[in-house]
């Protein structure tokens, strides 16, 4: 599924299932609490934290998607184009970033 694909899916579930888009600094505090939620995860997985007692079935990809939703989301009702969008931020990391990285010893280490 492309990005412009994704947004019309989510649209079209909101305003069939969901009934209306949630306000946007309603989102923001929504996409925060699923970013959270992926953060959980990532330091219990893979940082130094240990799962708690029922913790272990947590689902990264489904937390991810959740993410993924609240953006197109906020993208939709702010009429964001995320193709475009994303597009043009690459354009500009590529610019910006051409020899940065190749040149950080750190990533050699």
Known sequence: MELKEAQRSVDEW?????????NELTNMAMLTEEVGEVAKIM?????EQ???????????????????????????????????????????????DESRHKNNRKLFE
């Open 14 to 22: 909101i305003n069939t299932t969901g009934v209306r888009y949630f």
């Open 50 to 96: 240990s799962f708690k007692e029922g913790e272990k079935d947590n689902d990264l990809a489904d937390e991810l998607a959740d993410v993924l939703f609240v953006l197109i989301c906020i993208a939709n009702q702010t009429g964001t184009d995320l193709t475009a969008a994303f597009e043009k931020n690459l354009h500009k990391k590529t610019s910006r």
């Open 43 to 47: 330091a219990r997985r893979y940082g």
